[in-house]
C-alpha cells in the first residue's frame, strides 16, 4: 500500500483536512522519486516512481493516513448500505454493529458474521479511489462463536487475529517486536502471539547490550547501553498491557522482567542479587531508584488506565449494554472481571481511585462508580503508576535497616538521578564506563568489593601524606575497614579530603554573595552561638562558634550568616 498509493489522493486530503501542511507535502508529492537498483551485473539501474510515499519519510505515515481516510470512510458507507438493502438492518441499528479501525494500512472491520464474505469485495472498490488493493493472503475472518461464516473459507482463521499492525507468526523473533498491534482469539492463540513477543524483546535487548559492549571503548557505552534499554526496549511492551488483561500478559511480564534484569546486569558488570536492589532498581529516579520498571507491577494500572480514557468511546462504539456500569461492576464476562481485578489489586497496594476519578493514596468515601455517564479520565495510567511506585518505595523502606533507609532516601528528591537520565551528548553530561557502573553500584548498595582482608582506610591524619617513614606509625593512619556497603572511603574525616570539599563549597557561597551585591566575609566568629558547657570529667568547655561565611548587604537588609556540613562527598 505504501509504494502504490496515490499521490494525488494524499495532496486532496492534505488540502481538506491540514492545508497549511500543503507546500511541504508538494515538495515530496509532486515530483518523481529516483531510486537506484543494483541489478545481477552490479550496475546501478536508475528506477522513478510517480506513485506511494516514501518509506522512511519522516512525512510518509501522516501521508499515506490522509489519503486512506476517504476510502475508510466510502467503505463503512458501503458496508451501512449492505447491512440496510441485503439484511434489513436499520440505519441506526447497522451503524451500531459496523465498526472500523485502521492503523495505516491494516485494516480491522467488526459486523455481523453474515455479512462477512462481501467486506473484501467492498473495501477493494472502496480503496481502489487511492490506488489501494486488498491483498487476499492477507486478509483473515475470525467470529468468536467458532463458525465460520459462509463464503469465508479462504480468509478463515479459527483461533484469532492478528490485529492493527501485529505481525504476522512466519516473521523474524526480532521483526515480531513491533510498536502497536495486538491479537483477538482463544487464550492459546493469544499467548502464542505473546511468546513470539517475549522472544522477540530478549532479541531486542541482546542487541542493546550487544551494541553497548562492542561500542567504541572512548565512548560512555554503560551510560548508553543503560538509556537505551530504558528509553528504547522498555516502551516496545507497554501498549500490550493496556490492550491484554493482566492475566493474560502475567507470563508476558515475568518474562521480559527477567530479560530487562538480565541487559542491565550485563551492562553494569555487575549482579543485583538481592530483592531491595531489584526494588530500587525499578523505581523512578525521583524516588531514588534507576527507571528500570517492570511490567508486573504495571499490568494492573495499564490496563484499568486503557479502558479509563476511552470509556466513553468504547461504549458509543459497543453499543447499549455492552459497557454498562452493571456489566462492569457485576458482569461475568473475562474483561469486566479484570477491570474488577485490577481495581482490587492497586487498593491492595494503597492505591484508590474516588467517585471523581483522583488517584488517592487513602480508601475514599466513594469509590469510581463506572456510571454511564462518566467522562474519559486522562493519564490515569500515570498517576496510578506515580502513586503505586511510591507505596512500592515506603514498603521497600520498611525492609532496609536504618543506614540504607536513609541512603535510599538520600536518592530520591526533585531533580535526583540527574546523571542517569542525562543523555551523553557532551562532556558536561557524559560518564566514562567506570564513572557511571560505580555510582550505579553505590546507588543501588551493590559491594565494591574493597573489604577483602587487611583492605582499609589509608587516609593519614595532618592534611598531609607525610615522608614514608612517618606512614605506618600508630596514629598517623585511620585505619577503619573499607566495608562492602557503607561508603567510608567517601565520608572519611581524615586525610582532608572533606575539608577540601567544605572549603570549596564555602568560597563558592562567598563569591555568589559578592555577584549579589554584598560583602561576604569568611571563617566569622560568631558570639551568639558560642556555647558552654561541661565534659566528662565535670570541666568546663567554651566551643568558640565560627561560622563559613557572613553577608552583609546594604542598611535595610538584615544579617545573613552561612555554615556549611559535608556529611558524604557523594550525592548518587
Known amino acids: 500500500a505504501f509504494p502504490s498509493v496515490s499521490r494525488q489522493a494524499g495532496l486532496d486530503a492534505v488540502t481538506e483536512h491540514a492545508p497549511a501542511l500543503l507546500p511541504m507535502a508538494e515538495a515530496f508529492l509532486r515530483r518523481a522519486s529516483s531510486f537506484v537498483f543494483q541489478d545481477a551485473s552490479g550496475l546501478g539501474v536508475e528506477l522513478r516512481a510517480t506513485l506511494g510515499v516514501e518509506q522512511g519519510d519522516v512525512l510518509g505515515p501522516l501521508l499515506f493516513a490522509v489519503a486512506f481516510r476517504r476510502p475508510l470512510e466510502e467503505l463503512r458507507e458501503a458496508l451501512l448500505a449492505h447491512l440496510e438493502s441485503e439484511h434489513g438492518f436499520s440505519r441506526a441499528d447497522a451503524e451500531a454493529h459496523v465498526v472500523i479501525g485502521a492503523y495505516l494500512d491494516d485494516v480491522l472491520v467488526g459486523l455481523p458474521a453474515a455479512a462477512a464474505a462481501r467486506v473484501p469485495e467492498l473495501a477493494a472498490e472502496a480503496f481502489a479511489r487511492a490506488r489501494c488493493v486488498v491483498e487476499q493472503q492477507k486478509t483473515k475472518v475470525w467470529v468468536p462463536a467458532g463458525l465460520c461464516p459462509s463464503g469465508c473459507q479462504g480468509w478463515w482463521s479459527p483461533r484469532g487475529l492478528r490485529v492493527l499492525g501485529a505481525p504476522q507468526s512466519a516473521e523474524t523473533s526480532l521483526a515480531a517486536l513491533g510498536e502497536l498491534g495486538a491479537a483477538v482469539g482463544s487464550a492459546s492463540f493469544v499467548a502464542g502471539f505473546l511468546e513470539q513477543t517475549l522472544a522477540g524483546y530478549r532479541a531486542f535487548t541482546d542487541k542493546v547490550v550487544e551494541a553497548t559492549l562492542e561500542a567504541d571503548r572512548r565512548w560512555s557505552r554503560a551510560q548508553r547501553g543503560a538509556g537505551l534499554l530504558r528509553s528504547c526496549a522498555l516502551p516496545r511492551l507497554l501498549h500490550l498491557f493496556r490492550a491484554l488483561s493482566p492475566d493474560a500478559t502475567a507470563s508476558l511480564a515475568a518474562g521480559a522482567d527477567a530479560a530487562t534484569l538480565a541487559a542491565y546486569e550485563r551492562i553494569l558488570t555487575a549482579k543485583l542479587t538481592t530483592a531491595p536492589q531489584q526494588n530500587q532498581a525499578a523505581l523512578p529516579t525521583r524516588l531514588g531508584g534507576c527507571g528500570m520498571l517492570r511490567f508486573r507491577n504495571l499490568r494492573a494500572q495499564a490496563w484499568l488506565g486503557s479502558w479509563l480514557g476511552t470509556l466513553p468511546a468504547v461504549r458509543a462504539l459497543a453499543g447499549p449494554g455492552v459497557a454498562t456500569k452493571e456489566a462492569i461492576t457485576v458482569g461475568p464476562k473475562a474483561w469486566a472481571a479484570a477491570l474488577r481485578g485490577a481495581v482490587e489489586e492497586l487498593a491492595a497496594d494503597g492505591v484508590h481511585l474516588d467517585h471523581a476519578g483522583a488517584v488517592s493514596g487513602e480508601a475514599p468515601a466513594e469509590v469510581w462508580g463506572w456510571e454511564d455517564e462518566a467522562p474519559a479520565l486522562a493519564q490515569r495510567q500515570r498517576l496510578l503508576s506515580r502513586r503505586r511506585a511510591e507505596a512500592a518505595r515506603d514498603r521497600l523502606l520498611v525492609t532496609l535497616p536504618p543506614a540504607a533507609r536513609a541512603r535510599l532516601r538520600a536518592c530520591g528528591g526533585a ?158
Open 415 to 572: 531533580g535526583a538521578g540527574a546523571w542517569i537520565l542525562a543523555t551523553p551528548t557532551g562532556t558536561a553530561t557524559r560518564l566514562t564506563d567506570l564513572e557511571f557502573k560505580i555510582c550505579t553500584r553505590l546507588r543501588l548498595r551493590v559491594p565494591l568489593h574493597l573489604e577483602a582482608a587487611g583492605k582499609r582506610c589509608r587516609n593519614q591524619r595532618g592534611g598531609s601524606l607525610g615522608t614514608p617513614d612517618e606512614a605506618g606509625l600508630p596514629g598517623r593512619e585511620c585505619m577503619k575497614p573499607l566495608e562492602a556497603d557503607r561508603f567510608h572511603a567517601h565520608e572519611c574525616q581524615v586525610g582532608g579530603l572533606v575539608i577540601r570539599r567544605h572549603h570549596s563549597l564555602r568560597d563558592a557561597f562567598a563569591w555568589v554573595g559578592r555577584q549579589a551585591g554584598y560583602a561576604a566575609r569568611r571563617e566569622v566568629y560568631g558570639p551568639a552561638w558560642t556555647r558552654a558547657r561541661t565534659n566528662e570529667q565535670g570541666e568546663l568547655e567554651v566551643e568558640q562558634a565560627r561560622l563559613d561565611n557572613r553577608f552583609e548587604g546594604p542598611p535595610s537588609d538584615p544579617l545573613v550568616y552561612g555554615d556549611v556540613v559535608v556529611l558524604s562527598l557523594i550525592h548518587i
